[in-house]
């Protein structure tokens, strides 16, 4: 296990197995975060709902609300990042959970160190701590504006709600508008892991963003798919 560090990150574990949730709530705790556990899916997303969190690790099988409707539900008004639970091997479960607004997911049985490291990563990204220096405050390319403050993003003046992880891809997509930017480089600089060609994650987040620039009034050929190469951004 990593050497316990100090952390300032709250962090809602809704998990109905009590014996894991107790696992990974000590686990957390003795790198240094603070964690609360929720046991079922109404109560997590009042919670969620009632109280500031920096992440949420979501189980997808929950009683009385499962983590999909939790997570539409939560996604309504709240973008804090949530991490899934999900069965191994259940790539519907994950797509479906990145497309309902998932940041990441973890599949079970999963090793605690790469949960940890996994953990680390997301919040690192979505705190925005890598090129924060080295980027702008804010984008303009046409009539998109983006600022990081809030994660504010518009269109044409209309407001789009964007998870952290969309709009850490929207705008380094933006700021190299023109050029096709491969999916190996977008997982190590967005998503910070290696590509595989059997992960879907970027293919959900980039899909998701272009639905909700589209619904604003832009063109869809804007944010191009170049098969075989990456992403484009015109």
Same mark, same amino acid.
């Given at each position: 296990?990593?050497?316990?560090?100090?952390? #300032? @990150?709250?962090?809602?574990?809704?998990?109905?197995?009590? /014996?894991?949730?107790?696992?990974?709530?000590? +686990?957390?705790?003795?790198?240094?975060?603070?964690?609360?556990?929720?046991?079922?899916?109404?109560?997590?997303? !009042? $919670?969620?709902?009632?109280?500031? *969190?920096? +992440?949420?690790?979501?189980?997808?099988?929950?009683?009385?609300?499962?983590? *999909?409707?939790?997570?539409?539900?939560?996604?309504?008004?709240?973008?804090?990042?949530?991490?899934?639970? #999900?069965?191994?091997?259940?790539?519907?479960?994950?797509?479906?959970? &990145?497309?309902?607004?998932?940041?990441? &997911?973890?599949?079970?049985? *999963?090793?605690?160190?790469?949960?940890?490291?996994?953990?680390?990563?997301?919040?690192?990204? #979505?705190?925005?701590?890598?090129?924060?220096?080295?980027?702008?405050?804010?984008? $303009?390319?046409?009539?998109?504006? !983006?600022?990081?403050?809030? =994660? @504010?993003?518009? %269109?044409?003046?209309?407001?789009? #709600? =964007? /998870?952290?992880?969309? %709009?850490?891809?929207?705008?380094?997509?933006?700021?190299?508008?023109?050029?096709? =930017? $491969?999916?190996? &480089?977008?997982?190590?600089?967005?998503?910070?892991?290696? %590509?595989?060609?059997?992960?879907?994650?970027?293919?959900?987040?980039? $899909?998701?963003?272009?639905?909700?620039?589209?619904? /604003?009034?832009?063109?869809?050929?804007?944010?191009? /798919?170049?098969?075989?190469?990456?992403?484009?951004? =015109?």
């Amino acid at each position: 296990m990593a050497t316990p560090q100090r952390h #300032t @990150a709250r962090i809602l574990v809704i998990e109905d197995d009590r /014996t894991l949730n107790q696992q990974i709530i000590g +686990l957390l705790e003795t790198q240094g975060y603070q964690a609360q556990p929720c046991y079922e899916g109404e109560g997590g997303l !009042m $919670s969620a709902l009632g109280q500031r *969190f920096d +992440l949420i690790l979501l189980d997808v099988l929950l009683p009385r609300l499962n983590g *999909f409707e939790l997570l539409q539900r939560l996604r309504k008004t709240h973008q804090t990042p949530v991490m899934m639970l #999900t069965a191994c091997g259940a790539e519907e479960e994950r797509i479906r959970g &990145y497309r309902g607004g998932a940041d990441d &997911y973890v599949p079970k049985p *999963f090793n605690f160190t790469e949960l940890v490291l996994r953990i680390e990563a997301l919040l690192r990204r #979505t705190r925005g701590a890598n090129d924060q220096r080295a980027d702008p405050d804010r984008l $303009s390319v046409g009539e998109l504006d !983006m600022a990081r403050s809030g =994660l @504010a993003v518009s %269109f044409r003046g209309v407001p789009l #709600t =964007l /998870t952290q992880i969309q %709009f850490r891809l929207l705008w380094i997509l933006a700021r190299h508008q023109g050029e096709v =930017l $491969s999916k190996p &480089y977008l997982y190590q600089v967005v998503l910070e892991r290696e %590509f595989s060609r059997y992960d879907r994650s970027l293919d959900m987040h980039l $899909s998701r963003v272009r639905r909700k620039l589209v619904e /604003t009034g832009m063109a869809p050929d804007r944010l191009q /798919t170049v098969h075989g190469k990456g992403y484009c951004f =015109l």
